[in-house]
């Protein structure tokens, strides 16, 4: 039967030489058998004042930790990465970044629920894990799922997140189903999660909640300035070069 571990890291920052600090993880096997752990590790990068303000993670926390590879989660990790489990995080590319850095080489069937939300709740003006952690009222249930499973909820804590980011892989799993009826609904998912988004709109810059269609009409420059001085995501991309080609 296949595995299903949920992640969720906390870094020293986000530029190139930063890394994990802790890491929070559940590895479910079925309903009622599932794997809990919440655990900091120590680096030698200096945690940055930007990073401890979003996550309260202080070097004091960190000092007496075993290093990530030590972990207990890590090495469960290590020990289902196989191509039928899935790993699944929420913007999963960048915990893959920082994993790498450590040497981990993924072999897991990947599941990114940002990019799956992105194509399942189109008309979401946000995807970000907190932001739907209230658009989809999961907060109103989430302290019973926490009680059940013993975890503390705190925003942009590892376990927190991976709480809510349970609640959200359900719903999204509900979603699927009712979209695409009949379909393997974690395949799907997959799939889903390889698979680029069409942008509607503009989050930022000066034409911010505009069409980027109407745009693309309006001032065909603006894309082309976009899509080569600024570093932005794969959807992003994606949507700029249907437009520019």
């Not at 989809?136 to 997140?161: R, V």
């Not at 988004?197 to 911010?208: L, S």
Request: net charge negative; glycine share 4%; proline share 2%.
């Amino acid at each position: 039967m296949a595995k299903y571990i949920l992640f969720d890291t906390e870094t020293t920052g986000n530029q190139e030489q930063d890394r994990i600090i802790q890491i929070g993880g559940m590895i479910i096997h079925n309903k009622k058998e599932i794997e809990i752990y919440d655990e900091f590790c120590f680096t030698d990068i200096p945690i940055s004042i930007e990073a401890m303000e979003v996550h309260n993670i202080t070097p004091d926390m960190i000092r007496d930790k075993t290093s990530l590879l030590e972990t207990s989660f890590y090495k469960r990790m290590q020990e289902f990465n196989a191509i039928e489990n899935f790993l699944i995080a929420h913007n999963i590319d960048f915990d893959l970044v920082m994993l790498k850095k450590e040497g981990f080489e993924n072999r897991y069937t990947l599941i990114d629920t940002f990019r799956c939300a992105k194509h399942l709740l189109p008309y979401m003006p946000y995807h970000r894990l907190q932001y739907l952690r209230y658009a989809l009222d999961l907060y109103k249930i989430e302290q019973e799922e926490a009680d059940k499973l013993h975890i503390t909820i705190k925003a942009h804590d590892a376990i927190g997140d991976v709480l809510v980011m349970k609640l959200l892989l359900a719903k999204l799993v509900q979603i699927t189903k009712e979209v695409y009826p009949g379909v393997d609904v974690m395949g799907k998912l997959s799939e889903l999660t390889n698979t680029p988004v069409m942008m509607r709109t503009f989050k930022f810059g000066k034409y911010k909640e505009r069409s980027i269609e109407e745009i693309a009409q309006e001032d065909i420059g603006y894309l082309k300035w976009m899509r080569n001085t600024l570093e932005l995501d794969k959807d992003m991309q994606f949507t700029l070069d249907f437009y520019l080609h």
